[in-house]
């Protein structure tokens, strides 16, 4: 039996992404304003900016994080990833770009996957990154035989961990790997102070925080060997001060205050230590 998302948190995440700062017009715009011509665009324009942060990048760590998770899962040429919750598609181009392999971008947002597929056209790697939109929670939409089940910023969206993987891991080729970073609970709240600022994180976010065991759990206990678990909390905690920091440079209406209240509710919980960043790698043993 598949869990699929409930129509109030799909609602919710629809409205989070409709107003969210980093989008298309805004990686376009930044462009243009920097002088950049969108004629034979790079990735890299899109996925670097170190002046002001407007990237296709939406997770902590930006392109930095994604080359050091993939060269750990051992991403190459003739992998097949899946990127399940790709957003903008901006960690599914850098690993095309960067490692010559095959992404499927996996999108439930109509317009986050419209763009993504735009986008991808522009930098020109539509012949190795595709996306499709879909609800992960509501089926594999006949994906088989992936290498590298992909994870960004983005399972912290899904209720339910164990129902997820008995989707997806039958789909992954044995010795595949299953690679995810994302936020997690730590610890539980102490007193309605701190669980105020919970509960408010997972409102802003469309989130579940759960704690990383639960996610260790319901991998081991599907044939899948966790190799290794890093912490990234201390970069999580940087790129949240700095989003507060440099959106004072991007245009007036860009940064919605709920967005800015996200970034301010993120970096008290990872100060109190109530959250943390993850970045996890298992191996699908059969």
Request: hydrophobic share 40%; proline share 4%; charged share 20%.
């Given at each position: 039996?598949?869990?699929?998302r409930?129509?109030?948190?799909?609602?919710?995440?629809?409205?989070?992404?409709?107003?969210?700062?980093?989008?298309?017009?805004?990686?376009?715009?930044?462009?243009?304003?920097?002088?950049?011509?969108?004629?034979?665009?790079?990735?890299?324009?899109?996925?670097?900016?170190?002046?002001?942060?407007?990237?296709?990048?939406?997770?902590?760590?930006?392109?930095?994080?994604?080359?050091?998770?993939?060269?750990?899962?051992?991403?190459?040429?003739?992998?097949?990833?899946?990127?399940?919750?790709?957003?903008?598609?901006?960690?599914?181009?850098?690993l095309?770009?960067?490692?010559?392999?095959?992404?499927?971008?996996?999108?439930?947002d109509?317009?986050?996957?419209?763009a993504?597929?735009r986008?991808?056209?522009?930098?020109?790697?539509?012949?190795?990154?595709?996306?499709?939109?879909?609800?992960?929670?509501?089926?594999?939409?006949?994906?088989?035989?992936?290498?590298?089940?992909?994870?960004?910023?983005?399972?912290?969206?899904?209720?339910?961990?164990?129902?997820?993987?008995d989707?997806?891991?039958?789909?992954?080729?044995?010795?595949?790997?299953?690679?995810?970073?994302?936020?997690f609970?730590l610890?539980?709240p102490?007193?309605?102070?701190?669980?105020?600022?919970?509960?408010?994180?997972?409102?802003?976010?469309?989130?579940h925080?759960?704690?990383?065991?639960r996610?260790?759990?319901?991998?081991?206990?599907?044939r899948?060997?966790?190799?290794?678990?890093?912490?990234?909390?201390?970069?999580?905690?940087?790129?949240?001060?700095?989003?507060?920091?440099?959106?004072?440079?991007?245009?007036?209406?860009?940064?919605?205050?709920?967005?800015?209240?996200?970034?301010?509710c993120?970096?008290?919980?990872?100060?109190?230590r109530?959250?943390?960043?993850?970045?996890?790698?298992?191996?699908?043993?059969?």
């Amino acid at each position: 039996m598949t869990q699929s998302r409930g129509d109030q948190d799909v609602a919710s995440l629809d409205a989070i992404y409709a107003s969210h700062p980093l989008n298309e017009r805004t990686l376009l715009a930044r462009l243009e304003r920097q002088g950049i011509p969108l004629a034979g665009l790079s990735e890299w324009s899109l996925a670097i900016d170190p002046d002001t942060g407007i990237t296709d990048q939406n997770h902590p760590g930006g392109v930095e994080a994604v080359l050091t998770l993939a060269v750990a899962a051992k991403v190459g040429v003739t992998s097949a990833v899946v990127d399940i919750g790709a957003g903008l598609g901006g960690p599914a181009r850098v690993l095309a770009q960067a490692f010559g392999c095959s992404v499927v971008g996996i999108e439930q947002d109509q317009n986050r996957y419209e763009a993504a597929v735009r986008l991808t056209e522009r930098v020109g790697l539509a012949s190795r990154v595709t996306f499709r939109k879909h609800d992960a929670l509501s089926g594999t939409a006949g994906l088989e035989n992936i290498d590298v089940l992909w994870g960004q910023s983005a399972w912290v969206h899904f209720p339910n961990p164990e129902a997820f993987l008995d989707l997806w891991i039958p789909t992954i080729r044995p010795r595949g790997r299953v690679v995810m970073s994302d936020a997690f609970l730590l610890r539980e709240p102490s007193g309605s102070e701190e669980l105020h600022v919970v509960r408010s994180l997972e409102n802003l976010w469309g989130a579940h925080l759960l704690p990383i065991n639960r996610w260790q759990s319901a991998l081991e206990t599907r044939r899948c060997t966790v190799m290794q678990v890093h912490d990234h909390t201390s970069e999580a905690h940087a790129y949240f001060r700095n989003c507060l920091s440099v959106s004072s440079k991007w245009p007036n209406g860009t940064v919605t205050a709920a967005e800015m209240q996200s970034w301010s509710c993120a970096g008290e919980a990872l100060e109190r230590r109530l959250i943390g960043t993850r970045q996890l790698i298992a191996i699908k043993e059969s």
